[in-house]
């Protein structure tokens, strides 16, 4: 054990008063005797030393990291979908190394297993024609794709990346409960649950010997550059988009990775090559680490009424033009029925049996196994055969329920008779227990490990640790997220000493500079109108705040200057005194969908900042008053957060293209705004105090009192806000930077559209260096807000589309 601690008595420690094993189920902390376990000792120690008030601290620092991190996970309802809370349970649970080892070498075998069953049921269908297994539990099976049969995967193996689910019986002895083959998650989200409870055990995670995730990260990051048949080629991750329940990991694997995030759209497929739509034109991906189901991936070959695929990507992937992480038609690995098989699979293919066995099953296609199924029903769950769900999830009974219904069967038996073949019973699980943190007591909950592999170049390598599923109670049914169950860290703990890992210097920086040349459109189009919705958001907080500042001054909402405010804020969405945040609100959420998909190429900060910005104005929808100077002063505070995040996403983004579009966004919304506000804030015939008003809604009343030593005159307000460039809040700078910027996007094969773009955008510079402050009319400023808007929608043209 890595210090002396191990050896101390621990009984007496409070926190173990309460702790009482279930009867009859493995403990993973302590023994039937009342002990704790040798690998436990250190960690219950250090435990028993913090105070509650103390632990409640270390608690709470690791949700707020979390918090921070933006972690999530999406709760499906009858209502709808809501993000919810990272649920972690902050006590990780420890496995010893050598324990660990015999774990793996299990999991390796089932690896190459797996490996030989999709090459089997894809190729020459030695198990079929031999007996092992039956026909139609193949040709039946949804997750067999007949469009990829006798097609070999380039690179030469289907299977790259594998998560197995296990589970510790009565006995102590480890079972696989599922194998997730198809797209296996967690992989990120057991990263972010090692940073947040390393956190909370700071103190402790430092000194002790625990394995590090590292490592397996940087390996299977240089599998995939393996893959890849040129350097210059994309390495992309596929995803379902924003709304799948596992999108934030997505997200956050491509940014550890140095991948580029993708979804179906963002692809096509062209001379047979799959290629992405970037801001330089068409450019080839070689590797894609998919994590959208197969029979989505292509509506061409697979499910038709697939939105989110890519057409042509089966027959790209059968052609050797792609590797996929994993094959499609993967998913077959992981039916529920196929586990009754795996036994005889084994002997079969590789003449050993299972070092690691499967939770027993029995597929009801077969008169013995009815049979047995039926003589013990008590004592097992039923379910679909073609499920890849796994043993204690909720929809077993619902899939009896739709047998139940259409057929004319009233009994278990009779039920097993009609419609066994699509029916498997299983051992009820009995799942080991682990401790928890419940009102400041350990509580003993059932487990199960989410152990994840990736294939290497030195074969199936392990990440040292996993993913915890923890149940919300005693009953093993309640342990998904979906259910109430939450998760917790895995630390391998050795006697060696362990090293420190990062990600960071094994591998060359060719994949960094690909990822920030190869801009998706997609992410381009969001960066862009993040800019111009966080610019939208602040000049409507500019206005509210001026107009409820003059309300509370001359508490007479008939004055002419007055009347003019609220028209504009009528024009712009925004009701002057019911509601006034309800379209701030909107605009920003609009902000915050476009940085949601961009999570992969945005900063912690900047999200946290977006976040709290729409979180702050929703508090202040629900109490701030509706009107007058509270109002005004509400504002300011939005002011400041807004200003602090666009400053917060402009200068800290590294200069790449990407940041050129956000920053062309931000400018092009500034110059119609600041357009707008001069047409209808500086004209001859406007009331009293309309240039100074349109001096502070463009932020630029202490330019103008430096610059300028008369009193506010159109022809100085004008000069200032429309034709100097060098203030940051003027037109003629606006338009100066998008022309600048602009200049440095890709071209190159854009050339005869790019070309129309920057003469456009060139034409409209210098007509705003043409005007004249004493010549300018309303007129001026209406052309050029629709040269601004020409520019946007060429852009979109050129490089979204």
Not at 703 to 717: C, G, P
């Amino acid at each position: 054990m890595p210090n002396s601690q191990t050896n101390q008595d621990v009984s007496s420690c409070d926190l173990l008063n309460y702790y009482t094993p279930l009867s009859g189920v493995f403990d993973e902390m302590m023994t039937t005797n009342g002990e704790v376990r040798p690998i436990w000792r250190n960690f219950i120690n250090h435990l028993c030393s913090i105070s509650p008030e103390e632990m409640k601290r270390k608690t709470l620092r690791g949700n707020q990291y979390l918090d921070d991190a933006g972690v999530f996970y999406r709760q499906y309802g009858e209502s709808g979908t809501q993000e919810r809370d990272w649920p972690l349970s902050h006590i990780p649970v420890l496995v010893a190394e050598g324990e660990w080892k015999n774990i793996c070498e299990g999991l390796s075998q089932r690896a190459d297993l797996l490996e030989e069953v999709l090459n089997d049921v894809y190729g020459d269908n030695t198990l079929v024609r031999d007996g092992i297994l039956p026909p139609n539990l193949i040709a039946s099976n949804p997750e067999w794709l007949r469009p990829m049969v006798g097609s070999k995967p380039r690179g030469g193996h289907h299977l790259h990346f594998l998560a197995f689910e296990i589970g510790r019986g009565p006995a102590g002895n480890w079972w696989v409960l599922g194998d997730r083959a198809q797209a296996p998650s967690g992989a990120g989200f057991a990263l972010e649950n090692r940073v947040a409870t390393s956190r909370v055990f700071s103190d402790y995670f430092e000194t002790e010997n625990v394995e590090r995730l590292a490592g397996f990260f940087r390996e299977f990051r240089q599998a995939l550059i393996n893959l890849s048949d040129n350097s210059d080629h994309i390495l992309g991750i596929l995803t379902p988009g924003r709304m799948t329940d596992t999108y934030f990991e997505h997200a956050y694997i491509a940014r550890y990775l140095g991948l580029t995030l993708l979804e179906g759209e963002d692809m096509t497929v062209e001379n047979g090559e799959v290629m992405v739509r970037t801001v330089r034109g068409l450019k080839p991906i070689s590797v894609l680490w998919r994590r959208l189901d197969s029979l989505f991936a292509d509506p061409l070959e697979l499910d038709e009424n697939s939105q989110l695929g890519t057409a042509g990507l089966a027959a790209a992937a059968r052609n050797g033009k792609v590797s996929l992480v994993n094959a499609l038609g993967s998913g077959i690995v992981e039916t529920r029925a196929l586990l009754a098989f795996m036994p005889r699979i084994s002997k079969k293919l590789r003449n050993e049996p299972l070092k690691m066995p499967n939770i027993a099953t029995w597929w009801c296609g077969q008169k013995a196994e009815r049979q047995h199924v039926s003589a013990n029903a008590k004592n097992m769950l039923i379910g679909s055969a073609m499920t890849t769900n796994l043993p204690f999830s909720l929809d077993l009974k619902k899939a009896i329920g739709e047998l139940t219904t259409n057929t004319s069967s009233s009994t278990l038996e009779s039920l097993l008779e009609s419609e066994g073949e699509h029916l498997v019973g299983q051992e009820a699980v009995t799942l080991s227990t682990t401790p928890v943190l419940q009102d400041g007591k350990l509580t003993p909950r059932p487990v199960t490990l989410r152990v994840f592999a990736c294939r290497t170049a030195d074969g199936w390598q392990f990440m040292p640790g996993g993913y915890a599923r923890i149940g919300r109670d005693n009953n093993a049914s309640a342990i998904t997220l979906q259910q109430g169950g939450s998760v917790s860290d895995v630390w391998i703990v050795t006697d060696q000493k362990v090293e420190k890992e990062s990600l960071i210097g094994k591998t060359g920086s060719a994949k960094h500079q690909e990822r920030t040349r190869n801009l998706p459109s997609r992410a381009a189009d969001n960066l862009f109108w993040l800019g111009r919705y966080a610019e939208r958001a602040e000049i409507m907080m500019r206005m509210l705040r001026a107009y409820h500042s003059r309300f509370a001054e001359y508490a007479d909402p008939g004055r002419p200057l007055l009347k003019l405010l609220e028209n504009n804020l009528t024009t712009i969405g925004v009701s002057a005194h019911y509601d006034p945040l309800t379209k701030i609100i909107e605009v920003i959420n609009s902000a915050l969908n476009s940085a949601a998909q961009l999570r992969d190429r945005f900063s912690d900060d900047g999200w946290l900042a977006l976040k709290n910005l729409l979180k702050e104005t929703k508090s202040m929808q629900t109490s701030a008053p509706s009107s007058g100077d509270e109002l005004a002063r509400s504002m300011n505070i939005l002011i400041q957060k807004i200003t602090a995040f666009s400053g917060l996403i402009h200068e800290n983004m590294y200069r790449f293209t990407g940041w050129r579009f956000l920053s062309i966004g931000r400018s092009l919304e500034r110059a119609l705004e600041t357009s707008s506000l001069l047409m209808n804030f500086s004209q001859p015939d406007m009331p009293a105090g309309s240039l100074d008003l349109a001096l502070e809604l463009a932020d630029s009343s202490m330019s103008h009192r430096h610059l300028f030593t008369v009193e506010t005159q159109r022809d100085s307000v004008l000069n200032l806000v429309a034709l100097d460039e060098l203030n940051p809040r003027s037109i003629a700078y606006q338009m100066l930077e998008i022309k600048n910027q602009i200049s440095y996007l890709p071209s190159s094969v854009f050339d005869s559209k790019a070309s129309k773009l920057s003469k456009v955008v060139k034409q409209s510079y210098s007509d705003v260096k043409a005007l004249k402050p004493e010549t300018i009319v309303n007129e001026d400023f209406a052309d050029l807000k629709t040269k601004i808007s020409s520019i946007s929608s060429l852009l979109a043209h050129v490089y979204f589309n």
